[in-house]
Nanobody, 123 residues
Framework: QVQLVESGGGSVQAGGSLRLSCTAS????????MAWFRQAPGKAREGVAS???????VYADSVEDRFTISRDNAKNTLYLQLNNLKADDTAMYYC?????????????????WGQGTQVTVSS
């Protein structure tokens, strides 16, 4: 069982930045495909960004050029840098993992999920 713990959420004004982190409990983390998803109240969960074990990345159109996903395999940690935040980015952000596979922001393939960290952007 893989445990994922997110951190770094908070409240910021529009145009501000945050960095989310997700630490995984199990090895070998380097082989996992990782992703960030988000869910706003009353809306479906949507994929934000993904990075696979080869470092390939995929972004949702709505966040490309503003968000950056990265990973530090030595620390078993996934990051999401959020820049130029907008009110529409307000949501609970979740980290997800699956063993192997290519980067994808479709939620179906992911086996493990964190509890989420809240991001609130005020306009």
């Amino acid at each position: 069982q893989v445990q994922l713990v997110e951190s770094g959420g908070g409240s910021v004004q529009a145009g501000g930045s945050l960095r989310l982190s997700c630490t995984a409990s199990r090895y070998p983390y380097a082989s996992y495909c990782m992703a960030w998803f988000r869910q706003a109240p009353g809306k479906a969960r949507e994929g934000v960004a993904s990075i696979d074990s080869d470092g390939r990345t995929v972004y949702a159109d709505s966040v490309e050029d503003r968000f950056t996903i990265s990973r530090d395999n030595a620390k078993n940690t996934l990051y999401l840098q959020l820049n130029n935040l907008k009110a529409d980015d307000t949501a609970m952000y979740y980290c997800a993992a699956r063993v192997k596979g290519i980067a994808t922001i479709s939620p179906g393939p992911y086996n493990y999920w964190g509890q989420g960290t809240q991001v609130t952007v005020s306009s």
